[in-house]
């Protein structure tokens, strides 16, 4: 199957059927019909749709090399500057029917999968089969518009060596055993979002634990379908406040579920192995492939719709609460525009700095990339907090929908009135406002900003050892000096 349609996405993720657990019981019929996955797959929904309308489809996908059918275009490995912009159209289409809400809106998977098949040339050194694995699997969800969920990180008690001593059986998953049929998975990876709702995982390398020996059990990279015997997603608790779009307008539609996943002695065939125990190249992973610049270019998409968003919420907070004359408030908009000004700088800064990488991909300028990327976890907690700060009150005074069609209407059409706008439409603002920066909903919004591409240490290193050229302008310097 080529580019899917919504109404294929859901049949085929209702088909899977993989061990979900959700509030100490296992989901059992239609995903798509489950209070805590509908509005999620209803918006997925309506994007793969998107992919088939007449006048969105040229810009939604490319031809197949294979087949010459219609496949997504953040699968298409870019190799000229005009790939690159096709590119960032379409994931712009895309980000901004979800306002940057989805952290994995399927294009992010199919973006870091075309990355690391098209570095897969470096998996040869050790073993040509898993560069062919990897170069078939690309081409497997390409050409079936496979919705891919992404798992690395390891159960946090696990990551210290030290402390795994005391473990008589370590949570972090590992290879406990290789056989002819392929190797056997033990162990846990902590956070998988959108796991229950995709159709397979890709499982990158982990960061840790490392043991210097020849064949580290803990260093793999493969991937499975989500319904892979002996394969578990535990949920944690739904932040979908309820149907309502005017109660819930993020929460009904954006809330992308995470999952603990256990693979309990759960076997990965062989021909989906592409790494397996070798350090060294789990270590290259990411650099080879150049994952972060190729990802950023989605995420940078992402976060530009999701602070056209915020600007466009706290614009029309300022204007209810007739604050637009206050100066500070000013001064509090601007840091949005600013925000937003720098982002889109960034962005095309990146495009236009593009060159070939010897993998033939056109890759973008990484400098303004990995600044962006630095960047949005400070000023994302920034612009959620001057919701705050201009809400205030308002914030927490929202009545229900129901409360509007109820006896008691009257008195809230009275006192509730914003202006230029009505006590309902005033309400159904500060709702939207409450569950960006007070909710559940909005919390998790905020930690996963700041936790997107790892914490901050880990950002700042790779921008800091990323950034070539520090040394021509100490050179200036030292040389104005003398
Ligand atoms: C909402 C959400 C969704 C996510 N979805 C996914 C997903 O789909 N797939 C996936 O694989 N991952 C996912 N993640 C995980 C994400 O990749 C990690 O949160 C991120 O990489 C940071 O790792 P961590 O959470 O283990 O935090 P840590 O790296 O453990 O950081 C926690 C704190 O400890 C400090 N710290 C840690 N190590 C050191 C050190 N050596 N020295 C000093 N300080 C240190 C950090 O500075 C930070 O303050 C998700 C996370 C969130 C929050």
Not at 175 to 198: C, H, M, P, W, Y
Not at 220 to 231: E, T, W
Not at 451 to 465: A, Q
């Amino acid at each position: 199957m080529p580019v899917k349609n919504g109404g294929q996405y859901i049949e085929r993720i209702n088909k899977n059927l993989p061990e979900i657990w959700l509030a100490g019981e296992q989901v059992k019929g239609e995903i798509s019909e489950h209070k805590a996955f509908k509005g999620l797959m209803t918006t997925q929904s309506a994007m793969y749709d998107m992919q088939l309308e007449d006048k969105l489809k040229a810009k939604m996908s490319y031809a197949s090399p294979l087949t010459g059918d219609p496949v997504g275009l953040s699968f298409l490995q870019p190799k000229t500057k005009k790939d690159l912009a096709a590119r960032r159209e379409m994931m712009q289409i895309w980000a901004n029917t979800h306002h940057g809400f989805l952290g994995r809106a399927p294009d992010y998977m199919n973006t870091s999968l075309m990355a690391f098949a098209s570095a897969a040339g470096y998996l040869e050194e050790e073993n040509p089969q898993y560069a062919s694995n990897l170069r078939q699997y690309y081409a497997y969800c390409r050409e079936n518009d496979i919705t891919l969920s992404h798992v690395f990180i390891q159960p946090k008690a696990s990551r210290w060596p030290s402390f795994m001593k005391f473990f008589e059986e370590p949570s972090a998953a590992r290879v406990i055993e290789k056989n002819k049929d392929g190797i056997v998975i033990r162990g846990a990876f902590l956070l998988d979002t959108q796991g229950a709702t995709s159709d397979e995982i890709l499982v990158y390398p982990t960061p840790l634990p490392c043991e210097g020996d020849e064949e580290n059990p803990f260093v793999f990279a493969f991937a499975v379908p989500s319904n892979l015997p002996k394969v578990r997603f535990i949920c944690r608790e739904s932040f979908v406040g309820g149907e309502s779009t005017f109660n819930y307008p993020l929460s009904s539609r954006f809330e992308e579920m995470d999952t603990l996943v256990i693979f309990d002695d759960a076997l990965v065939p062989w021909d989906r192995v592409f790494i397996c125990g070798n350090e060294e190249l789990a270590y290259r992973f990411f650099d080879e492939s150049r994952f972060f610049t190729h990802a950023s270019t989605q995420i940078m998409c992402k976060n530009i719709a999701k602070t056209e968003f915020l600007l466009g919420t706290i614009e029309s907070m300022v204007e209810a609460a007739g604050l637009e004359r206050h100066e500070h408030v000013v001064e509090k908009v601007t840091e949005v525009i600013i925000a937003l000004e720098t982002l889109k700088a960034l962005q095309l800064a990146a495009e236009k700095g593009a060159a070939l990488d010897r993998w033939g991909s056109m890759l973008p300028n990484r400098k303004p990339l990995l600044a962006a990327n630095a960047y949005f976890p400070k000023i994302y907690p920034r612009m959620i907090e001057i919701i705050q700060l201009i809400g205030s009150s308002g914030l927490i005074m929202i009545p229900d929908e129901k409360d509007f069609d109820s006896e008691i209407h009257g008195q809230l059409d009275r006192y509730l009135k914003g202006i230029g706008l009505d006590a309902k439409e005033n309400v159904q603002l500060s709702r939207l406002a409450w569950e960006l920066s007070v909710s559940a909903f909005g919390g998790r919004q905020t930690v996963y900003e700041r936790f997107f591409f790892g914490n901050s240490l880990i950002v700042n290193n790779r921008l800091y050892h990323g950034y070539q050229g520090r040394e021509t302008f100490k050179q200036r310097v030292q040389d104005f000096l003398s």
